[in-house]
Nanobody, 123 residues
Framework: VQLQASGGGLVQAGGSLRLSCAAS????????MGWFRQAPGKEREFVAS????????YYADSVKGRFTISRDNAKNTLYLQMNSLKPEDTAVYYC?????????????????WGQGTLVTVSS
């Protein structure tokens, strides 16, 4: 699976962005998918995960209620809708695919990673 993240940019605090992750290959619908982020000088952290069908999701406490993860298996695409953005959400956001199709919060469970897209939230 090859992953291509897009949709990042500069937004003011309180604004919204939607990230997309386009996946190649016919097995996208069987993978558990996730979003992670890495801020400057910090370690990569989990953001959200979704199971193969989209029926189950899991969020980091820091984004719960503001971010929504979703997927469209017909389009081989993963999404992250980000609302009420805060300056502390500034980071490079990465999408990732796990061969087992459930939700995962550990980065070690993910086998494939996209190249990242930068989100900058100004105060």
């Amino acid at each position: 699976v090859q992953l291509q993240a897009s949709g990042g940019g500069l937004v003011q605090a309180g604004g919204s962005l939607r990230l997309s992750c386009a996946a190649s290959g016919r097995t996208f619908s069987t993978y558990g998918m996730g979003w992670f982020r890495q801020a400057p000088g910090k370690e990569r952290e989990f953001v959200a995960s979704i199971n193969w069908s989209g029926s189950s999701t899991y969020y980091a406490d820091s984004v719960k209620g503001r971010f929504t993860i979703s997927r469209d298996n017909a389009k081989n695409t993963l999404y992250l809708q980000m609302n009420s953005l805060k300056p502390e959400d500034t980071a490079v956001y990465y999408c990732a695919a796990a061969p087992v199709g459930r939700v995962w919060y550990r980065a070690s469970e993910y086998e494939y990673w996209g190249q990242g897209t930068l989100v900058t939230v100004s105060s």
